[in-house]
């Protein structure tokens, strides 16, 4: 084709050729058609630059929306393209290389020094908590032993338990990761001491007797009346004297104390015949001889 | 002082035979009463001054109370915790000739008719008086207090305790407990009766049950534990009580204390034990003269200060230097539980027993 046109119409004609995917552009209004249309015209050579350009290209914003920004881009501009005439190829270029440092700026986002600078503060805060951890659970470690020996398992037990949710947390830290498990297997074994404990002291036979309802009420009874006739300030010295050799009140003292209780027949385990020592067994007081319910005639 | 020991059991009760003068019968309980067997003990006296055991029958529970049959000078009637009672006889072994089984709890107390003597009565923790004969093993009347039934102000709600005080914490306890219930020796038909609530209860057997009785309030909402008649003035009770005090009420002094509440007047009023009164007992052989046992361990004869034995005088125990003590046995070494005066030979000889297990006669007017 001449560049020389008799008319300007042919000139418009002869430059509408040269950009036949303009021309359809204009045809077709939509962006989003053009958006895909200007996919066609990208080859391999051009996206290669693209990419170089866009790896070349200074951090700067945020890194969220700098990131999914050349992500969508480079995922919107990956696919084959056909090949087109050279000025084309290089408007497409620089506009693509525009879009490519395009950068999403958020008015309300803090300055890039402040958060490099707290991003280091909290990469420092980080670590010292670990650290600070480490140091308090070693510390505790012997403290928890000896506090373990004197309480219950239920009060150290929750503090064994919340401590693999804090390791869970931190176990991305390989500087922690050494320690971690030095320590994990540590508390392991104290939790394994304390379990074997408990499970003794379980097993072994407990000192105080487990009384029935009666035999409790018998014994509050019993400690009532021991304590309403205890000798006070206002009991006359002899009554005092008698109530101190009461054998009575001797047995409701053994009786409040858990001494001396109610027990069973040995024919009916509801009936309650006689008093015994629960510690020795023996029977405290008359023993009982069973009788028959009967009379003479019968 | 004559002295039997009851090895390994406590005594609750004791009774001089009506029929020989050195027989007394002694109901008691192993381990103080409060679980184990029971026995019967027939104690004699002999000549050279001695109590000795004639007769003792094990039985399977406590008992709490003994009384002489009027009719047979053999037989026995015990009052036992399982809610029985078993009339022996002396002459036989072991088992008893009858068994009155109805009470559904212990049997507290026994007692029989002086004047209709085919008739005993039994009061038991079930908050129910019965009224039997030998002849039958079923109870031929059943009588309930009143003052059981209805609500009034000294039975406070389950839930708001009356009392603070550690020496009222009895107070919500053993309410329906009817602790002794003896014909009078005065009127065949009649019976009293004092209970946990405090209450004390006349009844006439010749009225329904339901309207022949009367109750009053004896010792101020605590329980009262004993009652007796006078033998010489019928319309002269004593009654004592958790509140330490021993009252005197004129039964014929009644004045109106509210619109449905009659309350006989209190003619005199003893405070001389330091802890429960359990039993007091007029003599056989005066008229202003009973006796009290106590938790404090001591058995006290008294004189009835407001009677010269002909008229009233006025006057209460208080003014009486002694407070109207004769004599005080203080020999026991436990609660005392038991008395009973003695109908023969010279007035004043007085049987006791008590936790100890100790069977005490001694003579109340010595000098």
């Keep these: 084709m001449s560049v020389c046109q008799p008319s300007t119409l042919a000139r418009l004609v002869s430059k509408t050729d040269q950009f036949p995917t303009a021309n359809k552009a204009f045809q077709h209004t939509s962006l989003h058609a053009s958006a895909s249309r200007s996919r066609q015209v990208k080859n391999a050579s051009f996206e290669a630059s693209f990419r170089s350009s866009q790896l070349s290209e200074p951090v700067s914003g945020s890194h969220v929306i700098q990131g999914t920004s050349s992500s969508s881009l480079s995922s919107s501009f990956s696919s084959p393209l056909s090949s087109h005439s050279q000025p084309v190829s290089q408007d497409m270029s620089s506009w693509s290389d525009q879009f490519a440092r395009m950068q999403i700026r958020d008015p309300l986002s803090f300055t890039s020094e402040y958060q490099q600078l707290y991003n280091q503060y909290e990469q420092s805060q980080q670590h010292f908590h670990s650290h600070q951890h480490l140091h308090q659970r070693q510390h505790e470690t012997p403290q928890n032993s000896s506090f373990a020996m004197q309480q219950p398992a239920p009060s150290y037990r929750p503090a064994l338990v919340q401590q693999p949710s804090f390791y869970a947390s931190n176990s991305n830290m390989s500087t922690q990761s050494g320690l971690d498990l030095h320590e994990n297997e540590m508390l392991a074994r104290e939790f394994d001491r304390i379990e074997t404990e408990l499970n003794e002291e379980s097993a072994s036979p407990s000192e105080a007797p487990v009384f029935s309802s009666e035999q409790i009420k018998f014994q509050q009874a019993a400690s009532e009346i021991h304590h309403r006739l205890s000798p006070g300030t206002e009991t006359p010295p002899e009554l005092e004297s008698k109530f101190k050799n009461s054998k009575f009140l001797g047995l409701m003292r053994s009786i409040s104390d858990g001494v001396v209780t109610l027990k069973t027949d040995d024919q009916n385990n509801q009936k309650y015949t006689q008093l015994f020592s629960p510690s020795t067994d023996e029977v405290v007081g008359n023993e009982y001889f069973s009788v028959s319910d009967t009379t003479l005639d019968a | ?367």
């Design chain 2, 1 to 367: 002082m004559l002295k039997y020991h009851m090895r390994g059991y406590s005594g609750y009760g004791v009774q001089y035979s009506p029929f020989f003068d050195h027989r007394l019968a002694v109901a008691s309980g192993s381990n103080f009463g409060l679980v184990g067997n029971g026995k019967l003990y027939i104690l004699d006296i002999d000549n050279q001054g001695r109590m000795l055991k004639s007769k003792s029958f094990l039985t399977q529970d406590g008992l709490f109370d003994v009384a002489w049959n009027e009719l047979h000078e053999n037989q026995v009637l015990v009052a036992q915790g399982d809610g029985s009672l078993r009339l022996f006889d002396t002459l036989l072994n072991e088992y008893p000739i009858a068994i009155f089984q109805e009470h559904e709890k212990e049997v507290l107390s026994c007692n029989w008719n002086l004047l209709n003597k085919h008739l005993f009565v039994s009061s038991s923790w079930d908050g129910s008086i019965k009224i039997w004969t030998p002849a039958r093993n079923t109870s031929m009347a059943t009588l309930i207090p009143k003052s059981m039934k209805r609500e009034n102000t000294l039975t406070p709600h389950r839930d708001v305790p009356m009392s603070n005080q550690r020496q009222h914490n009895s107070l919500s306890k053993n309410k329906s407990c009817i602790y002794q219930a003896q014909f009078s020796p005065h009127d065949p038909n009649a019976i009293m009766s004092c209970s946990g609530n405090s209450y004390v209860t006349l009844f006439d057997l010749r009225q329904p049950s339901s309207s022949g009785q009367y109750s009053f309030l004896a010792h101020g909402g605590m329980e009262t534990l004993t009652c007796d008649y006078n033998k010489y003035r019928p319309y002269i009770v004593a009654t004592g009580g958790v509140d330490n005090m021993i009252k005197i009420w004129d039964l014929r002094m009644v004045r109106k204390m509210s619109m449905h509440s009659r309350q006989p007047m209190s003619v005199n009023e003893v405070s001389g034990h330091d802890l429960a009164v359990r039993k007091v007992s007029w003599s056989p052989h005066h008229s202003d003269m009973f006796l009290s046992t106590s938790y404090d361990m001591t058995c006290k004869v008294w004189q009835d200060v407001s009677t010269d034995g002909r008229r009233p005088t006025g006057k209460t125990n208080s003014v009486d230097p002694a407070k109207g003590c004769r004599f005080v046995f203080p020999h026991h070494s436990e609660f005392v539980f038991g008395a009973d005066w003695s109908m023969w030979g010279q007035p004043g000889y007085i049987a006791s027993t008590a936790w100890d297990g100790d069977v005490c006669v001694w003579y109340a007017f010595s000098r």
